[in-house]
Each structure stands twice: as C-alpha cells, then as structure tokens.
T-cell receptor
C-alpha cells in the first residue's frame, strides 16, 4: 500500500537559516510526488511536484525538492527561510490507481524564530 | 476564478444531528475528493468520485455519504453526527491525469465541531 512518512512533527528554524523537511514514501511504481503548504486556517497550496525528468524540482516561494529513488525520499529545501514561511507542510504521493488518490503524510509544522 | 468552493466555513452540530457539507468546482474537473484533517494525522480520504454518477469509498468512509449528480458538485452528508467527526473537512478536485495535470486543487475547508 502507498504511504508517506514525514519524520518530523515540528521544526524550528531561525529566520535566514536554511531549511530541509524530510519525506519518505512507499509506492511500487514511479510516483507522482507533491509538497503542499497550509497556512493557519487556510486550504492547501501546491509548492511543487515531481513525476519524471530532472530529479531536482523548483517550486514557488523559493522552495525546491529533490527526488531520490534509491532512498525513496523527496525532501523539501529552502536556502533562506522567511518569517512568512511559518506554516504546516505536507508531502504527498499520487497513487495512479482508481481515482488517482493523493495520499498525505502527517505534516511538519515549521516555526520560524527571529 | 472561484476554483473549489466549500460551504459553510464553520459549523457546530449537536450529537445525532445531520448536515451536508457543500463543495462545488468550476474547473470542469472529473475527479473530486473529500478529506478530513485531524491534528497530527495529515489528511485522510473519506470518499472520492471519478465523474458524475460514480463515487467510491476512501480510507475513512464510515459515518459519511456522498453523491455526484453533476460534474460541479460533490456534497458530503453526515447523517448522525458524532464527536469523532469533529474535524476540518477539505474538498478537492483535479482534471484527468496527464503529464501537465497531476495535482489536486483544494477548497478552504469546513471546520466542524460536534458537541
């Protein structure tokens, strides 16, 4: 069965510091992979996605993620965090079975300190 | 563009009451989904639909029902509300799968409290 693991429930980073959020997935075929961000009281916004091609993908707001098949990982990175990046981040895998369901990890809440 | 619209945004129900969470999308998407979000649990799929007249259960369907009479609308029905259904509910939609169209688009959510 498909699954997504985000090992860190929450992370605190200083403003201006670099960020890496971890994501591991379990899926038998080539996965569709996504990172979404959710600000408090808001819906989910897509940051970036990967299906094939270059394993380093660029997204909005200065985020990037690298797909590593050998490690079944799709970690999200940002070189310099801004206070406005404080939010909850969800990694997800798209399962190309009936209905193409998107399966989410439990999320990582990012806190940014001044 | 309106995208995916959910109503209401907030609701308090008493145990045993029923209600319908409305979801409509104006992007002509075939696929629609209902998720619930609980703290520390991510989003769990309740029901989904691949087109008008076709629905199927997701991971946590118990206590819920759905219908899909039109492409645009995908209401979620709670028949006998229970405290365990206190959650934030998200509706999502997406177009048929293609290399350029793989992600789902989400509504703003409905925060439901059952007391």
């Amino acid at each position: 069965a498909q699954s997504v693991t985000q090992p860190d429930i929450h992370i605190t980073v200083s403003e201006g510091a670099s960020l890496e959020l971890r994501c591991n997935y379990s899926y038998g075929a080539t996965p569709y992979l996504f990172w979404y961000v959710q600000s408090p009281g808001q819906g989910l916004q897509l940051l970036l996605k990967y299906f094939s091609g270059d394993t380093l993908v660029q997204g909005i707001k200065g985020f990037e993620a690298e797909f590593k098949r050998s490690q079944s990982s799709f970690n999200l990175r940002k070189p310099s965090v801004h206070w406005s990046d404080a939010a909850e981040y969800f990694c997800a895998v798209g399962a190309n079975t009936g209905g193409f369901k998107t399966i989410f990890g439990a999320g990582t809440r990012l806190f940014v300190k001044a | 563009n309106a995208g995916v619209t959910q109503t209401p945004k907030f609701r308090i129900l008493k145990i045993g009451q029923s209600m319908t969470l409305q979801c409509t999308q104006d992007m002509n998407h075939n696929y629609m989904y209902w998720y619930r979000q609980d703290p520390g649990m991510g989003l769990k799929l309740i029901y989904y639909s691949v087109g008008a007249g076709i629905t199927d259960k997701g991971e946590v369907p118990n206590g819920y029902n759905v219908s899909r009479s039109t492409t645009e609308d995908f209401p979620l029905r709670l028949e006998l509300a229970a405290p365990s259904q206190t959650s934030v509910y998200f509706c999502a939609s997406r177009p048929p799968l293609s290399r350029l169209a793989t992600e789902a688009f989400f509504g703003q959510g409905t925060r439901l409290t059952v007391v």
